[in-house]
């Protein structure tokens, strides 16, 4: 069973940093890419950030591009979302993703993903 827990949410200025951090259990991260989602009150959750299985191909939503930088460490089966400059708009619950199959490419849709954490709040207040 794949679980997926995330921490690291909090509220901050604008222009402040939170590290998100998404511990996974119930497989091997090394053979998984990974993903970061969130969800804004009355709006759909959106893709925000996702890393491939190596870690070293990654997409990113482009109104958080040079701001958000999506890693994993393998060893502590974690993957985590470093947020820079954050701004009001990045106010939502980010959720941590994780797909079904191993090995593929970065996934920047919801149907690309089949395993979600329950969340964590940002609160970027101006």
């Known amino acids: 069973q794949v679980q997926l827990r995330e921490s690291g949410g909090g509220m901050v200025q604008s222009g402040g940093s939170l590290r998100l951090s998404c511990v996974v259990s119930g497989r091997t991260l090394s053979r998984y890419g990974m993903g970061w989602f969130r969800q804004a009150p009355g709006k759909e959750r959106e893709f925000v950030a996702g890393?491939?299985?190596?870690?070293?191909?990654?997409e990113y939503l482009d109104s958080v591009k040079g701001r958000f930088t999506i890693s994993k460490d393998n060893a502590k089966n974690t993957v985590y979302l470093e947020m820079n400059s954050l701004q009001p708009e990045d106010t939502a619950v980010y959720y941590c993703?994780?797909?079904?199959?191993?090995?593929?490419?970065?996934?920047?849709?919801?149907?690309?993903?089949?395993?979600w954490g329950q969340g964590t709040q940002v609160t970027v207040s101006s």
């Open positions: 993703a994780a797909p079904n199959y191993p090995l593929g490419a970065v996934a920047t849709t919801l149907l690309g993903y089949d395993f």
């Open positions: 890393c491939s299985w190596t870690g070293s191909t990654t």
